[in-house]
Antibody, heavy 118, light 111 residues
């Protein structure tokens, strides 16, 4: 079964750090772009970052540039999001998503919740 | 990049049709055929319903269809069923790059 599963969410204080992980299975992870998409409580979806198969191209939404870093380990079929200098407005469910050859986010994980609060 | 504009809500009776618009600019929807649509039920992850403006993934009912005219893409759900209730989001690539922008979301209610 093709799937991705996120982990690593939790409660963190403003200014703190957190590292999210995404474990992929059921497909050849190393040939796909993958992304992080988040959803603040009661709000819509927001693309956060994505990374190409070889980890040589990385793109970020303006609001996280300089604070978040996306990375991947193709040997371990894993995607990561290192989040530093967290703010209250980063509170959200974070989804890992595969960007398929159909030019769309075609596989989504169940999400992991990040809460930034003192 | 600004979010694509969708109406906050849409509704219809069972069997009727509902159309949701997604308005962007020439930097996203207008110049690229990489518009996709997602359905999200409360507490669940989004599900891909339409990709490349008009195409349906395997398993998505043919009641769902997509189109585009100028800077506005549309999703039509024909023959509404109770399970079609939920939130719908469009997305597009931005400026031909690997950056993406989502729509503001539309809540569909089956009356």
């Amino acid at each position: 079964e093709v799937q991705v599963v996120e982990s690593g969410g939790g409660l963190v204080q403003p200014g703190g750090s957190l590292r999210l992980s995404c474990a992929a299975s059921g497909f050849t992870f190393s040939i796909y772009w993958v992304a992080w998409v988040r959803q603040a409580p009661g709000k819509g979806l927001e693309w956060v970052a994505n990374i190409n198969p070889g980890a040589t191209e990385k793109y970020y939404v303006d609001s996280v540039k300089g604070r978040f870093t996306i990375s991947r380990d193709n040997a371990d079929n894993s995607l990561y999001l290192q989040m530093n200098w967290l703010r209250a407005e980063d509170t959200a469910v974070y989804y890992c998503a595969r960007y398929g050859y159909n030019a769309a986010f075609d596989v989504w994980g169940p999400g992991t919740t990040v809460t930034v609060s003192s | 990049q600004s979010a694509l504009t969708q109406p906050p809500s849409a509704s219809g009776s069972p069997g009727q049709s509902v159309t949701i618009s997604c308005t962007g600019t020439s930097s996203d929807v207008g110049n690229y055929n990489y518009v996709s649509w997602y359905q999200q039920h409360p507490g669940n992850a989004p599900k891909l319903m339409i990709y490349e403006v008009t195409k349906r993934p395997s398993g998505v009912p043919d009641r769902f269809s997509g189109s585009k005219s100028g800077n506005t893409a549309s999703l039509t759900v024909s023959g509404l069923q109770a399970e079609d209730e939920g939130d719908y989001y469009c997305t597009s690539s931005y400026a031909g790059s690997h950056s993406y922008v989502f729509g503001t979301g539309t809540r569909v209610t089956v009356l």
